[in-house]
Structures are given as structure tokens and as C-alpha cells.
């Protein structure tokens, strides 16, 4: 049987980006076949109205977490906070995890939504978790990143 992950639906090949650019990679594709896994494509950004193409966002201070307790905000690169569409995006995405019955996420690092280990504040590369990978992980998802599937175990 078929193991259903959460997948950053960019990592698919699916057009999420903010830039409307396709890129597949073909290193998620052969790790979930691998393993038996059937991918759940979600973007969060697009689930929580956000439009493709879109003005890159980054943190104005902290990480995923601090935006989900309301400690910082997300501003594109027109100066426009877009917390709030980051935090529904968040939400849904937990829905869709919990809908599948996914355990386990393959999120796409550095993005501000789905970023595992690293995230941009301003044009600062800092450590952190992307909005919806910290409210997934606060729901008991295991989370992997495309760059950390060597560590995978089962
Ligand atoms: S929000 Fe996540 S799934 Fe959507 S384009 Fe960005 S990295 Fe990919």
C-alpha cells in the first residue's frame, strides 16, 4: 500500500511558484517512488489566496513560528504584509494533511511558507521553519526537506 506525504506541490513540476516558473525535481519524484509513497501536491501560498505569479515574501524578523503567534509579519517585495494569507495557507494545508492522512511532509527548503531548516529575512538567510512547516510541525507531521531525504528511515 501506498504511503500518502505531503508534498510541496512546486517540487511536483505543478506551476506554484512565486515566479510562475516550472521546476521539477526529479530527486523527489524517484525518493517517493522509492519508497512507496504517493504524493498529496499542496502550495500553501495558493491555498491561502495568494496569486501566481507573486512578489517574493520574506520575514521581518523570526521565522514561521513567530508569525503564527503574531510576533512578525511577511512583506513582499512591494512592502505589502501578507501574514494572514501565509497563516490561512498554513491552516489549510494542516486540513489537507490531516484529510490524506499524511504523517509525513516533503516540504521545499527556504521558502517562507514551506522552508525546513532555513528561511530568508529580508536577504538574509537565517535559521528557521517556514509558516505552514512549523504549524505542521506543531501537529505532530514529520517533516523532511528536499535537500535532507538521505535521512530518511522510515
Ligand atoms: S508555497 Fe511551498 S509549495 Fe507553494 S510554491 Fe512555495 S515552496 Fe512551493
Known sequence: MLRPV????????????????I?????????LEKNNMLPIPCCPEQLGGLATPRPSCSFSHGDGEAVLNGDAKLFN????????Q?????????????????????????????GVHS????????AGKGVTTALL??????????????????
Request: proline share 1%; hydrophobic share 35%.
Open 23 to 31: 521546476k521539477k525535481c526529479a530527486k523527489v519524484i524517484n525518493f
Open 77 to 84: 517585495t512591494n512592502g505589502e504584509n501578507k501574514a494572514e
Open 86 to 114: 501565509f497563516i490561512l495557507g498554513a491552516k489549510q494545508s494542516l486540513e489537507v494533511a490531516k484529510l490524506s492522512q499524511c504523517t509525513l511532509a516533503l516540504l521545499k527548503e527556504r521558502s517562507p511558507s514551506c
Open 6 to 21: 505531503l508534498v510541496s506541490a512546486c517540487l511536483l513540476g505543478l506551476n506554484t511558484r512565486y515566479n510562475a516558473k
Open 137 to 154: 510541525s506543531q501537529h505532530e507531521v514529520h517533516i523532511l526537506s528536499e535537500e535532507n531525504l538521505d535521512d530518511w528511515n522510515n
Open 119 to 126: 528561511v530568508y529575512q529580508g536577504t538574509q538567510l537565517i
